[in-house]
């Protein structure tokens, strides 16, 4: 069992900042791929951010150049910095991790979500 606690979400303005943080907990061996994912309200599920265990990262074209996802290994943790927020930005943003858990089975799993919203 692998759980994930997702913190740093909250209400802020136009142009504003926020950084989220997921810690990962568990019989984890290793973690291969960190990301955030977002729901609008009426939208579906969009990945918003990655990370490999090689620090390869991918974004969104809606994100790119505004947001910075990163890990620390030894924490078993992955943030995302956000910067220049735009109320289209608005969502519930959830963490997914997946990797091997001791034992060698594979494991994928995802925090219960933490609501972003960007408004004046």
């Known amino acids: 069992q692998v759980q994930l606690v997702e913190s740093g979400g909250g209400l802020v303005q136009p142009g504003g900042s926020l950084r989220l943080s997921c810690a990962a907990s568990g019989s984890i061996f290793s973690i291969n791929t960190m990301a955030w994912y977002r729901q609008a309200p009426g939208k579906q599920r969009e990945l918003a951010a990655a990370?490999?265990?090689?620090?390869?990262?991918n974004y969104a074209d809606s994100v790119k150049g505004r947001f910075t996802i990163s890990r620390d290994s030894a924490k078993n943790t992955v943030y995302l910095q956000m910067n220049s927020l735009k109320p289209e930005d608005t969502a519930v943003y959830y963490c997914?991790?997946?990797?091997?858990?001791?034992?060698?089975?594979?494991?994928?799993?995802w925090g219960q979500g933490t609501q972003v919203t960007v408004s004046s």
């Open positions: 997914n991790i997946w990797g091997v858990v001791t034992g060698g089975s594979p494991f994928d799993s």
């Open positions: 990370i490999t265990s090689a620090r390869s990262r």
